[in-house]
Nanobody, 121 residues
Framework: QVQLVESGGGLVQAGGSLRLSCSAS?????MGWFRQAPGKEREIVAVISWSGGSTYYEDSVKGRFTISRDNAKNTVVLQMNSLKPEDTAVYYC?????????????????WGQGTQVTVSS
């Protein structure tokens, strides 16, 4: 069983930046970030393949967020720039035990506890 631990959430003003980090206790394949705002379903933010050569971003974060990973450290990072109030949500790190990259929640086997990101206007 792989455990994921997130860090880096917080409160920031609109236009600001935050960096989320997720550390895995073991080897995983694709990894990603999802978010869930109050009253809404959990949605994908960004995912990255094991090699780092393939990434996917939700349309609203393209050009503002960047996902990267360091397999030697079993970590994945989400750099969030130009944050907007609508980015406010609990952000969850996710990891898959399968090689194929998925953009769906069901494609991920391990989840972090979540970290709150709040963007004030």
């Amino acid at each position: 069983q792989v455990q994921l631990v997130e860090s880096g959430g917080g409160l920031v003003q609109a236009g600001g930046s935050l960096r989320l980090s997720c550390s895995a206790s073991g080897r995983t394949f694709s990894m990603g970030w999802f978010r869930q705002a109050p009253g809404k379903e959990r949605e994908i933010v960004a995912v990255i393949s094991w090699s780092g050569g393939s990434t996917y971003y939700e349309d609203s974060v393209k050009g503002r967020f960047t996902i990267s990973r360091d397999n030697a450290k079993n970590t994945v990072v989400l750099q969030m720039n130009s944050l907007k109030p609508e980015d406010t949500a609990v952000y969850y790190c996710a990891a898959s035990a399968r090689l194929a990259v998925s953009t769906h929640i069901n494609g991920y086997d391990y989840w972090g506890q979540g970290t709150q990101v709040t963007v004030s206007s």
